[in-house]
């Protein structure tokens, strides 16, 4: 299969007053055409800022201070504005968490869905505009669209505006969408609804997505890969039946252990000690050591790279031989 | 049976968002009325809590849950019903009567960063509940107390001259627990004490509350939403729709086989580590208002068994054989 996206060696940093700090320390992955891959960690773990890099979307003091991010042959990390501002919302839409945030509550949807297609291409007549946004609402299942189209976000309810930003993230058929936390802000059935609408609408439109969460389960419903993200290294990746039911990094075993499972009800859940260092101070060597349970000298040290596990999942450890390493 | 901890009793609680008298005056048909708009956030809930038990109230966003953790609480005056504490009536009482249960009673807010007073050092926001409660306590002994509790939470006494500001959002949790157990409690509401916070510190937390309840006996009133925590902790849950209580059952019977239709739509939309595709049964329709409730059962526009009846009558909570009670038609008629 083509592979849509590439991102390799990414080093993103902040320039703070304090000091320089280091988000993401080479963080490397691909995406194939029409594949769905999940970002896991913690908070600070560095997935949404890995996520907003793709689009090129880190504010000062943030930059990218080494890495590409190849879509489809552009570097993005290195395009430019005036080029990136016709790739972001365009090929490359993006999903935020809070359906409230997101839309402009002084505009009907209408407008704010034209207002995107008119943004892209200043020819389109606002009838034809208009037909798209009736035919994407109809994509995400909106009932009766004509009415709701001249409706404001105040009229619909949390699961179905996060709908509307899905389909306002369709108009523009995109060949990968960015979906950051979409289902956090949301109840559990409404949850539900939006996982199978965007597992419906990769495979229909063939588009590729990379879904940031921290919720493991969400994750193990949606994406066929996943990678784990720790203090702004991947840590573990590989398909995401493997890693869930064998996690290679100690850390991945930590936090699948940590969910409740009805089969050890009332028992003592697994807990990971301490919790993630903050960006200023990540202990030397590998970042997870503190923590670990299988903690050895060389892990003080050194910081491992990715390399095959026991099953053949990438796994930054090491308790693994390091074979064909590969940095990230 | 021993007698039950805290019994609730046709708990109502309405709140009146009508504003004031002139946003509430308006002119129909050549006349003034007077309109007064409720949110119904509570209706008609029953249930039992012993000592030592661990009840979940789950359910989703609006459906009363946490309004009935503060009803019970004292925070709310409920519209009607009865709230007895060990046999006592303690709905309506004036703060003076009040103050011997409020050291019974304690809560766990969801919003570590909010609960905690910025301005007051650990040490007050520990030692203020504490020497209001035991004004004969001496200096020595309220640091004492403080030191003894933080170790029981897994802190540390040093933390106690710090501001919540210097801690993380699960050592916050961590002193709001403290601060909740330092009067010697046997019932502590918790609604939501766990979702603000990471996997891996939830883990932390709820092991926490677990040996804590051991230790101590204490009886958790638990709020929360999400299902597996609520399976893997509860002795016993309830599931609200819409401010009524739809099912209450032992957690083992009730995960295994859900029998309200809402109940079964709630469970079938829990996503499972183990992925691949998902059994979800989809509801139509959205949650309504608690401002105009459906009538009869409030369930009805969105349930697929829906007769006559459920949009007629509202369904009382009934005991099955398996001891569970469900309120619906469909259950206890054998269509579902």
Same mark, same amino acid.
């Given at each position: ?133 009736l035919d994407k609402l109809r994509k995400v299942?909106?009932p009766s669209p004509e009415k709701r189209l ?164 990438l796994a930054a450890c090491h308790l693994y ?8 | ?250 957690? *083992?019977?009730? &995960? ?7 109940? #079964?739509?709630?469970?079938?939309? +829990? $996503?499972? !580590? ?21 009538? *009869?059962?409030? &369930? ?7 007769? #006559?009846?459920?949009?007629?009558? +509202? $369904?009382? !909570? ?19």
């Amino acid at each position: 299969m083509k592979k849509l996206l590439e991102v390799k060696d990414l080093v993103i940093k902040f320039a703070l007053r304090t000091g320089e700090v280091t988000a993401t320390n080479g963080v490397s992955f691909t995406l194939k055409k029409g594949e769905r891959l999940g970002l896991v960690g913690e908070s600070g773990a560095g997935k949404s800022v890995t996520g907003f890099s793709i689009i090129n979307l880190i504010s000062k003091p943030g930059y990218i201070a080494a890495g590409k991010v190849d879509f489809l042959g552009e570097d993005l990390a290195k395009i430019g504005d005036e080029k990136m501002r016709s790739i972001r919302g365009n090929r490359i839409s993006m999903i935020f968490q809070d359906p409230m945030m997101t839309l402009n509550p002084v505009l009907t949807i209408g407008t704010q869905m034209t207002e995107t297609l008119h943004q892209h291409n200043p020819q389109m007549g606002k009838e034809e505009a208009r037909n798209i946004a009736l035919d994407k609402l109809r994509k995400v299942y909106i009932p009766s669209p004509e009415k709701r189209l001249d409706q404001y976000p105040h009229e619909f309810s949390g699961g179905m505006r996060q709908r509307i930003i899905i389909a306002i993230a369709l108009l523009t058929d995109p060949e990968l969408i960015i979906a950051d936390e979409p289902t956090t802000a949301l109840d559990v059935t409404i949850q539900a609804e939006i996982m199978e609408l965007l597992i419906e609408l990769c495979e229909t439109e063939d588009m590729g997505l990379i879904l940031i969460t921290h919720d493991l389960a969400v994750v193990g419903q949606v994406t066929q890969n996943i990678a784990v993200m720790y203090a702004g290294s991947v840590v573990e990746k590989g398909p995401t039946a493997q890693v869930i039911a064998e996690p290679q990094h100690p850390y991945t075993q930590g936090l699948i252990a940590a969910l409740p499972q009805s089969s050890r009800h009332g028992e003592r859940l697994n807990q990971i000690p301490g919790m993630m260092p903050t960006l200023k101070d990540i202990p030397p060597g590998c970042a997870f050591n503190p923590r670990c349970n299988q903690v050895m000298d060389i892990c003080k040290t050194e910081t491992p790279g990715l390399r095959p596990g026991k099953n053949g999942n990438l796994a930054a450890c090491h308790l693994y031989p390091p074979g064909q390493e590969e940095q990230g | 049976m021993s007698d039950p901890l805290l019994t609730v009793k046709n708990l109502y609680k309405h709140f009146d968002i009508s504003g004031g008298f002139l946003d509430q005056i308006g002119f129909s048909g050549g006349k003034f009325t007077r309109t007064r708009t409720l949110v119904k956030a509570v209706n008609n809930i029953s249930f039992e809590l012993k000592a030592g038990e661990t009840f979940s109230v789950v359910g989703e966003s609006g459906c009363g849950k946490s309004t009935l953790g503060r009803t019970i609480m004292g925070l709310y005056p409920p519209n009607s019903g009865e709230i007895l504490y060990r046999g006592d009536r303690i709905d309506g009482l004036d703060h003076q009567r009040m103050l011997p249960y409020r050291k019974k009673m304690q809560m766990v807010f969801q919003d570590p960063y909010a609960s905690l007073n910025p301005r007051k050092t650990i040490r007050q926001a520990l030692g203020d509940p504490l020497c209001y409660h035991n004004p004969q306590l001496n200096d020595g002994e309220v640091k004492d107390r403080i030191d003894e509790v933080m170790l029981q939470v897994g802190g540390d006494p040093q933390w106690i001259s710090r501001m919540p500001h210097e801690f993380s959002g699960g050592q916050r949790q961590r002193i709001s627990i403290a601060r909740a157990l330092i009067v010697d409690p046997e019932f502590v509401v918790a609604d939501e004490p766990i979702s603000a916070l990471d996997v891996s510190i939830q883990a932390q937390i709820l092991n926490l509350m677990m040996d804590l309840q051991q230790q101590y006996n204490l009886a958790y009133l638990f709020v929360a939403h999400d299902l597996s925590v609520v399976e893997h902790l509860s002795d016993r849950v309830g599931v609200m729709y819409l401010g009524t209580m739809c099912e209450l059952s032992e957690t *083992g019977i009730l &995960f295994e086989r859900p029998r309200h239709p809402y109940t #079964q739509a709630l469970m079938s939309a +829990i $996503p499972k !580590l183990t992925g691949g595709a998902s059994d979800h049964m989809r509801l139509k329709g959205e949650v309504p208002t608690p401002i105009n409730l459906p009538s *009869g059962c409030v &369930f009805h526009g969105r349930c697929p068994h829906v007769n #006559q009846r459920c949009i007629d009558e +509202i $369904p009382q !909570l009934c005991t099955l054989n398996d001891g569970r009670q469900v309120a619906c038609h469909g259950v206890e008629e054998g269509r579902i």
